[in-house]
């Protein structure tokens, strides 16, 4: 497709069970985020991959929340055993290149709203 | 710290009404600022940014900010508001690092009355 896809797009687990998020960023772009979005809050970065490399998950919230992307394409974003406080919007976006002072802007998908009940 | 607040939770307009949504930043951010737009249900759309060069930044649909460093702003404002504009808006600040890595405000919701 032309733009990011996220799936699922909703998503309802029970605390405890572990879930799986997926990211389909636009073909041929190479970094990749991942941000949280709590009710009535802006994103939170969470994780950046460039490639296949992450090079950055200082935004995790804990060690129950895992990324990966293993091509350098598609991205996956776990959390285990999911607690309450993880209910939230979760946001990927991807850029054509990896530059700070880059004029390409970072592409959203349209989430997965997480509820954790 | 770092940080971009957005003053107000929510701001109410007339349709034809001047749009103003505020955003001032701490003066240790680095100034590269942006502001988003999110639809309901959708994720995020860039409306412009700022990172050297003119002050006054023109985008979308519309939309232009100013940035002003002797006020740490970068307010947003269209001259008429348009029901189309109903959503969310994040002002945001790109960090130092070695990648685009954004920091975003609480957001504001622009409701536009007919």
């Known amino acids: 497709g032309a733009g990011v896809s996220q799936s699922p797009r909703y998503k309802v687990a029970k605390r405890g069970q572990d879930v799986a998020l997926r990211c389909d960023p636009i073909s041929g772009h190479v970094s990749l985020f991942w941000y949280q979005q709590a009710l009535g809050q802006g994103p939170e970065f969470l994780t950046y991959?460039?490639?296949?490399?992450?090079?950055?998950k200082s935004g995790l919230p804990s060690d129950r929340f895992f990324a990966e992307r293993p091509e350098g394409s598609v991205s996956t974003l776990k959390i285990q055993r999911t607690q309450q406080e993880d209910s939230a919007v979760y946001l990927c976006a991807s850029t054509l290149d990896e530059w700070r002072d880059s004029n390409q802007p970072q592409h959203f998908g349209d989430g997965t709203r997480l509820s954790i009940l | 710290a770092q940080s971009v607040t957005q003053l107000g939770s929510h701001v109410s307009v007339s349709e034809g009404a001047l749009v103003l949504l505020r955003c001032n930043y701490s003066?240790?951010?680095?100034?590269?600022l942006f502001w988003y737009v999110q639809y309901p249900n959708q994720g995020l759309q860039l409306l412009l940014k700022y990172t050297t060069g003119a002050t006054l930044v023109k985008g979308i649909n519309g939309f232009e900010a100013e940035f002003k460093k002797s006020e740490t702003s970068f307010h947003l404002t269209k001259p008429s508001a348009h029901m189309s504009d109903a959503a969310e808006y994040f002002c945001a600040y790109e960090m130092n690092t070695g990648f685009q890595k954004l920091v975003f405000g609480t957001g504001t919701r622009l409701l536009v009355s007919p």
């Open positions: 991959f460039q490639n296949e490399a992450q090079l950055d």
């Open positions: 003066s240790s951010v680095p100034p590269y």
